[in-house]
């Protein structure tokens, strides 16, 4: 096949790269240049913004075009003017954001948060609304059978810049002793970057169409059992202090802001009740979290190196100060 990637090389679209050409498949990537164009230099990558330059796509006929970057419906909108009648499927990249937050268990037939085509800044209420209608604009002007839709809950490991999940084996590398939440049976879900890359190459060569929920592990997992992984396989004679929820109130803390995604906010419930049987029945693969682990501090300590540089949750220094008035 013959893709384009609209987006770039930052995360989502680099591994989607990587896992086309394993595959024997082209790519041609459309970006600004912006963010890590050093990366993958033998790919074709036509420089241009998709806010105004899609017109440098015209007449190029694509196999399948992998939308990473569509954050606003006439971002889709402008793509498809150029791209509708010379692509045979179009990936776009939504998010379990777009589905009402408060249902629970729910399949791909779920009400979405709602529609919002005015905006014009992505903000955490906007965020959701925005991406549904990035879905809508896509099937609209598309139809269903050469639409794909992907909602991806956390994603996360190699080239994740937000640490939210890397924040974990990270800190459980570096502190002697670690401040823990009691999370009693909250569930935990996420999704390897790599994994997802390789679902989206798989889901195109199948020539699916329709929505699908994206995340796992396939059986539920507590997000006990995450910190436990983390601390067994990073460092086992780091000291865990666990701390109940009215450790959390007593300091005048969120629990989701101290300890990134250990959330029971609406976003961490939607993640976690997701039914994503769908995907996995259609090729979905897992790797062990363990490789994950591996692959997220792996990568940010070749990209970072130093504990301090964690872009999200509590600093070790702050951690250390909490500890001693333990
Ligand atoms: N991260 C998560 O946990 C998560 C969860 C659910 C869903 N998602 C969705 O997953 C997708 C992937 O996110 P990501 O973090 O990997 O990607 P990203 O950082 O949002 O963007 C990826 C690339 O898009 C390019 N880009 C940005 N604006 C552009 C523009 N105006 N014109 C052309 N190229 C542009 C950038 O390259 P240049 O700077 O070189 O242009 C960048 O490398 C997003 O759609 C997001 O909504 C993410």
């Known amino acids: 096949m013959k893709i384009l990637i609209i987006g770039g090389k930052k995360f989502l679209g680099y591994h989607i790269a990587k896992a086309a050409e394993a595959k024997g498949h082209e790519v041609v ?14 790919m074709n990558n036509i420089i241009g913004d998709r806010n105004k330059d899609m017109v440098k ?13 569509a954050y606003f ?8 003017n150029v791209l509708k009648d010379n692509v045979d499927r179009y990936l776009l990249i939504s998010t379990l954001s777009a589905i009402k937050p408060e249902v629970k268990d729910f399949d791909e037939s779920v009400e979405i948060i709602g529609l919002d085509f005015k905006s014009e800044e992505v903000t955490g209420s906007t965020y959701g609304l925005l991406k549904a209608a990035c879905e809508k604009q896509l099937v609209d002007m598309l139809g269903d059978k050469k639409s794909l839709i992907f909602r991806p809950g956390y994603i996360v490991g190699e080239r994740d810049h937000t640490d939210r999940f890397t924040y974990w084996p990270v ?6 002793k670690m401040i823990v939440p009691n999370t009693g049976d909250m569930g935990f879900k996420y999704v390897d970057v790599k994994d997802l890359a390789e ?16 995340s796992g592990p396939e059986k539920s997992m507590k997000y006990a059992d995450f910190i436990k992984t983390c601390h067994e396989l990073i460092n086992p004679l780091c000291k865990l202090i666990e701390v109940d929820d009215k450790w959390f109130e007593d300091n005048k803390l969120l629990k989701f802001i101290v300890f990134p995604t250990c959330d029971d906010i609406p976003f961490g419930h939607v993640v976690y009740s997701a039914n994503t049987s769908k995907a996995f029945k259609s090729g979905f693969k897992v790797r ?23 872009a999200v949750g509590m600093k070790p220094k702050d ?6 008035s333990l």
């Open 29 to 42: 990537f459309f970006n600004r240049g912006k963010t890590y164009n050093q990366l993958l230099p033998h």
């Open 57 to 69: 796509l015209k007449g190029m006929k694509f196999d399948a075009v992998i939308d990473t970057c």
């Open 73 to 80: 419906p006439n971002q889709v909108e402008k793509a498809l």
């Open 171 to 176: 800190m459980m590398k570096h502190m002697e």
């Open 199 to 214: 679902f989206a190459i798989t889901a195109l060569e199948k020539s699916l169409n329709g929505i699908y929920h994206i």
């Open 288 to 310: 062990s979290l363990s490789d994950t682990i591996n692959d997220a501090i792996d990568w940010y300590m070749r990209y970072k190196g130093d504990v301090n540089d964690l």
């Open 319 to 324: 951690m250390k100060k909490h500890i001693e």
